[in-house]
């Protein structure tokens, strides 16, 4: 290598192979799993973290990417602070998704259904499938760079996930907390299962009011309800109305005749109805609403079940038996036209509830299924946060953690699938006895006989999910939770998620690991990140096709942009709009620490490390004692955010740092010492030039791995991966001084080159300047760096003077600065007179924007009914137009004398 700044790196940053090679490097070293003999060390601090697993049939999204990378960042944070650190990574079995993916397979190759196919070879099937597929989101991740530690990689459905699952219900169970009954659930009818809330979208879809008249008994009165399903009223059971609504009072103990069929039901008094919408008259139907339901628990109504598993109508509709809602209602409207039953029909846009995975519509529907009573449980959670036991990051994302258990539903536990945690209840067919247990039973512990059969239902997904920090470290089985270090790592520090799970799972593993750990809770820190939407703020889809591939972006502008790119935008706000152009300028940073990095790399060979390690202080100058401090506050700013879990604010420290102070500044205030000088004061240049881009790279790690081992490799002999993270240097706040002399500098060339620019100069052309300085450290300092000056802003001549109102120079333009302010003479370098044109134009247009403003002002009717804000952005607007009328007049005045 050569002083002329040649090496063998190449020009661009190509990340593909590197990727590729520092992966391999990190597994093969080691370098994620915990380090040997840990029991034996008992006072090192310790770090865990779950990674919420995703599904075995998912592939790799942008919120996939995102989460991964923020917990990524903590994870290397913390390994570089010499904390012991456990990511356990793993996968979910996805009962419903995985099922429907075999079903479709089989279909399409066997033109077979499952029930043909039989429960024992079916799951076969899926599990040839997950064993040949399961993998493939595994290996994406590997493609973002997580540092996971993969002995600990468990799959939902493993032995030891499957034994904690079963001990844990049994446990519920015996106590008495899971119980069978007939509840109203959402059921989808192509899938033919209950599922859970989290499993139903809810669409807009252009539909109708239909008003209905239900005669009162023996009387000529009506009552009109309106509904958007007409077909339903087979299973109506009665007509609601407030017990304070006076055009009713008078029909309590009434009854209504049901249109189309012989039955009649009550008028009945309840709370639950809105009197303002509508006419106050609500149709009750039990069996297929949720909110009717309740209410037919309150009153005791009937509950008439009138659709079929497969979502067809059945005996309780004689009029539409066998048809599908949308076949039946057509039927429906003409029988109630018929009948006189019909008022009027009216446009209406309304929510309706689609299976996640069938996108079929989903019928809320009366069923007999497992529940969990979590009333106690969720107790426990609630104050376990309200005691700060646990804490939301955002905080205020806490509310809807609060608002579902505050108001806890019992959790419906059973699913109508095969593949998933088959329910451990068996049924005695001989004495009718029922029991729970962990193993399966050969005969009945009642009668002996054998003739013993399992529940066919399997557990909602979120069951084992729930008890996902317990399960990863071999909870319940004592050998196991040894081997894995249970006592160390669990609790987790912190967990990384979604705000759109926050009930679903959070919540869940709040309350059954508290349950089942003592009353300990899972984790100490819940992060909400996040959700990733496209540059117009719009939720990524398939029929939006906007979507953006994180793997396509990866191959594109290489996996340290797209990481950087998400921690970037990882604030506590609630969405986080992606633009590709935003990957594309973090893609050309990372170029830009490449290039300084082949700049610099031949200066820093020649420096050992004890030149580095061993800085003397007394002979570093201004512009090394100045990027120390910089360093300094840089390395405070990056730890504190992280600490804090702003990643944005770290990126932004990080990049300021990198590309400005760093980039900008100390590499071209470098240039002369490096080319031009030799002994002392270009070794001392090199080694505080090695010492700050380590730490750069060390700094940049948990955020763009690849390019700073990279980078690290060529430079130490040791991985990054395993360094210590920066901390505050005490002697480099001792630079105070220096660093404001130098940013008092780099403030006043870029107000030149800015005043440059508005005379649209050339930056080869030389200029003449006056500084004028509040104090005299100020102007002793810029008087005994004119060299700076002349090389980084072209200045043939610069007067220094201490701050003086009268000592302003004429035919000049001038900038206000911090520290006082610059002058940039015209004469020789532009056209006086086009000047003076140019500020007399500027100074009409001001002068009409503020006899505008100042005329709102004055006027009453806006002070006075206007918004105090609006107001008040209005005064502020006309302070700024004076201010810049003030500095027009003052350059006229200068350019006439």
């Known amino acids: 290598m050569s002083e002329t700044g040649e090496n063998d790196l190449e020009k661009t940053y190509r990340p593909e192979p590197i990727e590729q090679k520092w992966y391999q490097v990190w597994s093969e070293r080691g370098c994620f799993k915990l380090s040997p003999h840990l029991d034996d060390k008992k006072d090192r601090k310790t770090f865990s973290v779950v990674m919420p697993p995703p599904n075995v049939t998912g592939k790799l999204h942008m919120g996939h990417a995102l989460n991964n990378t923020c917990q990524d960042i903590l994870v290397r ?32 190759e066997q033109k077979q259904t499952r029930q043909e196919l039989g429960r024992e070879k079916f799951l076969e099937h899926v599990w040839h499938w997950k064993n040949e597929y399961g993998s493939n989101i595994v290996e994406q991740l590997k493609k973002l760079g997580v540092s996971c530690n ?27 907390l899971i119980y069978r009954a007939e509840r109203i659930i959402h059921w989808d009818p192509q899938l033919q299962s209950a599922i859970s809330d989290a499993e139903v979208e809810f669409k807009e879809v252009k539909g109708k009011f239909y008003h209905l008249k239900y005669k009162v008994e023996d009387s000529e009165e009506y009552l009109v309800v309106a509904t958007t399903r007409p077909e339903t009223l087979f299973g109506d059971t009665a007509v609601a109305v407030h017990p304070l609504d006076e055009r009713y009072s008078h029909l309590i103990g009434k009854r209504v005749k049901l249109p189309l069929t012989d039955r009649t039901i009550p008028i009945i008094f309840d709370e639950h109805v809105d009197r303002e919408l509508g006419t106050g008259c609500l149709k009750v139907t039990p069996g297929h609403d949720f909110n009717d339901f309740e209410i037919g628990k309150r009153h005791q109504l009937p509950i008439i079940t009138i659709l079929t598993k497969s979502g067809k109508f059945n005996q309780h509709a004689d009029l539409i038996e066998g048809l599908n809602p949308q076949q039946a209602r057509p039927k429906v409207i003409a029988a109630l036209e018929e009948v006189g039953s019909l008022l009027e029909i009216k446009d ?24 969990l009573n979590v009333g106690e449980m969720a107790s426990t959670a609630v104050r376990a946060v309200e005691k700060k036991k646990m804490r939301f990051i955002p905080e205020t994302w806490q509310n809807t953690y609060f608002s579902w258990l505050r108001q806890p539903k019992d959790w419906c536990l059973s699913r109508q699938l095969w593949w998933g945690h088959r329910i451990p209840v068996f049924n005695c067919e001989s004495c009718q006895f029922q029991w729970a247990a962990e193993s399966d039973p050969t005969d009945c512990p009642q009668c002996k006989s054998h003739h013993v059969k399992q529940d066919e239902d399997v557990l909602d997904t979120w069951f084992s999910s729930a008890l996902w920090p317990m399960t990863t470290l071999g909870w319940p089985d004592a050998t196991l939770m040894k081997q894995k270090h249970y006592d160390r790592f669990y609790p987790n520090q912190v967990l990384t998620t979604g705000h759109d799970i926050i009930f679903f799972w959070v919540a869940r593993m709040m309350m059954m690991c508290t349950h089942f750990a003592g009353g300990q809770i899972p984790f100490k820190d819940v992060y909400i990140h996040a959700i990733v939407r496209d540059k117009l703020g719009r939720k990524m889809s398939k029929s939006l096709n906007n ?82 401090a910089e360093l300094n506050d840089v390395i405070e700013s990056v730890t504190k955010s992280i600490e804090e879990y702003r990643f944005d604010d770290a990126c932004k420290s990080l990049y300021a740092f990198v590309y400005d102070s760093f980039c900008s500044w100390f590499l071209e205030l470098s240039k002369g010492i490096l080319y031009k000088t030799e002994g002392r004061e270009k070794q001392i240049r090199a080694a505080v030039l090695k010492y700050v881009f380590s730490d750069i ?21 040791s991985l990054l991966i395993s360094e210590v993270f920066p901390k505050m240097n005490k ?13 008092e500098m780099i403030e006043m060339v870029t107000q030149v080159r800015n005043l440059r620019a508005s005379l649209n100069l050339a930056p080869k052309i030389p200029i003449r300047i006056q500084v004028n300085a509040k104090t005299h450290p100020t102007a002793k300092f810029f008087f005994d760096n004119q060299y700076n000056l002349f090389h980084l802003a072209r200045i043939k001549r610069a007067k220094v003077r201490s701050l003086s109102k009268t000592d302003r120079p004429r035919k000049t333009i001038i900038s206000p600065l911090s520290f006082g302010e610059v002058f940039l003479f015209l004469e020789g370098v532009v056209d006086i007179q086009k000047e003076i044109l140019r500020n007399e134009r500027q100074l009409t247009r001001l002068d009409q924007e503020l006899r505008a403003v100042q ?12 918004p105090e804000e609006v107001v008040a952005e209005v005064r502020e607007k006309a302070e700024l137009l004076i201010h810049q009328k003030s500095v027009v007049e003052d350059s006229l005045a200068r350019l006439k004398d």
């Not at 790279?697 to 002999?717: D, G, V």
């Open 77 to 108: 944070y913390k390994r570089m602070q010499g904390f012991e650190v456990l990511w356990i990574p793993g996968c979910d079995h996805a009962g419903i998704a995985t099922q429907s993916v075999v079903e479709k397979k089989l279909m399409q």
């Open 855 to 866: 005329q709102k002002l004055g006027n009453p009717s806006f002070t006075d009914r206007a």
């Open 697 to 717: 790279l060390k700094l940049l790690h948990p955020f763009s791995p690849f390019l700073s081992e990279e980078l690290w490799s060529q430079l130490h002999p």
């Open 150 to 176: 993969w002995d600990y990689f468990t799959f939902t459905m493993d032995p030891s996930a499957n034994k904690a699952v079963r001990r844990a219900f049994v446990e519920l169970y015996r106590q008495g």
């Open 731 to 743: 002697d480099f706040k001792k630079f105070k001084e220096e660093k404001t002399r130098l940013n």
């Open 348 to 371: 209406h846009v309304m929510l309706v509830g689609h299976g996640e995975r069938s996108g079929g519509v989903v019928e809320p529907m009366v069923s007999l299924q497992w529940f």
């Open 547 to 628: 979507g953006i591939d994180p793997l396509e972006m990866i191959e594109k502008y290489g996996c340290d942009a797209v990481r950087f790119t998400l921690a970037a935008g990882a604030g506590l706000s609630r969405n986080f709009n992606l633009d590709p152009l935003k990957i594309e300028s973090y893609r050309n940073f990372m170029n830009k620490i490449w290039n300084a990095f082949r700049f610099v790399k031949p200066f820093m060979d020649s420096v050992s490390e004890g030149d580095v390690s061993k800085l003397n202080l007394n002979e570093l100058g201004i512009q090394e004692k100045w990027i120390l």
